[in-house]
């Protein structure tokens, strides 16, 4: 039995208690925020959120049983949930990042045999130990930056050997790292140069051998694909989602991200949990998503760092759209781990508000990978994931950009930063 801990006197305390569902419209504004807020946690479960009065009168005769934390003038927040990830790859590509400030496009590298298709080469000569060095390492640092849970995406092998190297990569961290980690499957992230002109080949493959097999062995819990002009079509998407949810996966994509193409639109139609990306999705992709509840997954530091517009975050919101946001942590379009960072952005490109932005990075994100039971808000019952900032107020969070406040956090109860 441990101790109980009691995190009492935060400035601000947001819980974003949840609702009935993913928040949309002025639901994304509702952080359930209680002013000198107190949280007690027994056996890494929350036990009672409150004021610190209110808390007192409860708890109070156990104070010296319990380990109490004063967060005084700060603010505590959900842990945050970090939604879409591409963290476990081999090598990186600073290269193609001068490459294309000098001028060449992301797609162009791509189908010249660089981006995803670099890393694929460096994650198939990659050693599984090596993988998971180099991903623990991205974990260490989502936790420094205030990140309890994320998503993580196979897709840099496209090769069953390697798709499974990726995600057994991410079961064994998600047995012995804090960070929880969701695992999706993305065989088609790219068609493979060995499949160049033998694509529907290549389609075939996964829908035949390697989603069995990776349903069969519980290693993933979504399948998601790269819908994009150029990778893969609107109709093979298709196919590929729904042989997923045959296999008990549930469908994601990659949509309209580069071109407009439809994904949206094919996202509410075969009902994916999420769309990823939206920069040039269509508004009548928007209405439909909005009438499916399918999560817009929205990336604005991928935006910033290929240099695009950023999606319609705001647009979305209105149209009653649950908006989640996320790093897309990976080695080509969006190499960083900082969800702060994500915040700031989705407030200045994307004309979100503080607390929209917070919403979107806890509450929405847990319901965009199917944890809202457990995380994404400060509510009894749920584990106890928190973070303390070195700031008194949630506006102030995101108006201080660029900056990694974290204080302190905790997973299921234990102090981990
Ligand atoms: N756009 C496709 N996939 C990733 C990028 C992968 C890469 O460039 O390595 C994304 O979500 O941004
Ligand atoms: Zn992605």
């Known amino acids: 039995m441990r101790r109980p801990l009691w995190i009492k006197h935060a400035a601000q305390l947001v819980t974003v208690a949840d609702g009935n569902g993913p928040r949309t419209g002025a639901g994304m504004s509702e952080l359930g925020l209680i002013e000198d807020g107190s949280v007690w946690i027994e056996n890494g479960e929350i036990k009672a959120v409150g004021t610190t009065a209110e808390l007192n009168t409860q708890f109070g005769e156990w104070e010296e049983d319990a380990d109490v934390f004063e967060a005084y003038g700060k603010l505590v927040t959900p842990g945050l949930v970090d939604p879409h990830t591409h963290f476990v790859y081999g090598g990186s590509r600073e290269r193609e990042f001068e490459m294309r400030l000098e001028g060449a496009s992301y797609m162009d590298i791509m189908n010249a045999g660089g981006g995803i298709h670099a890393t694929a080469r460096m994650t198939r000569d990659a050693t599984e130990k090596d993988l998971y060095l180099q991903a623990e390492r991205r974990l260490d640092s ?237 509510e009894q019952g749920k584990q106890a994931d928190l973070v303390m900032w070195n700031v008194k107020s949630y506006q102030e969070l995101q108006y201080l950009f660029g900056i990694n406040h974290v204080s302190a956090v905790w997973k299921k109860g234990e102090r981990v930063v």
């Open 142 to 378: 989502f936790l420094r930056h205030g990140v309890t849970t994320v998503e993580g995406k196979s897709g840099y092998g496209m090769d069953l050997e390697t798709e499974l190297k990726q995600l057994d990569v991410m079961k064994q961290l998600n047995e012995r790292h804090p960070v929880d980690i969701v695992p999706t499957f993305m065989g088609a992230h790219a068609v493979p140069p060995e499949y160049k002109g033998r694509e529907e080949e290549f389609v075939s493959l996964i829908i035949d051998e390697m989603i069995p097999a990776v349903a069969s062995e519980k290693l993933a819990v979504f399948n998601d694909v790269f819908c994009e002009v150029g990778v893969y079509t609107p109709e093979q998407s298709r196919r590929i989602l729904e042989a997923g949810k045959r296999h008990g996966l549930t469908p994601k994509i990659h949509a309209d991200e580069i071109e407009p193409y439809g994904g949206a639109e094919l996202a509410a139609e075969v009902g994916a949990i999420s769309a990823e990306h939206l920069l040039k999705a269509s508004d009548g992709g928007i209405r439909k998503m909005e009438e499916a509840g399918v999560i817009a997954c929205l990336l604005p530091a991928t935006a910033l760092y290929l240099r695009e517009k950023a999606a319609r975050g705001r647009e979305m919101i209105d149209a009653g759209v649950p908006v989640a946001i996320s790093t897309d942590c990976n080695p080509g379009s969006s190499p960083t781990t900082s969800m702060p960072l994500v915040m700031n952005l989705a407030c200045i490109s994307m004309r979100m508000t503080p607390a929209e932005a917070l919403v979107a990075a806890t509450i929405n994100a847990a319901y965009a990978i199917g944890v809202q039971d457990k995380a994404g808000s400060i």
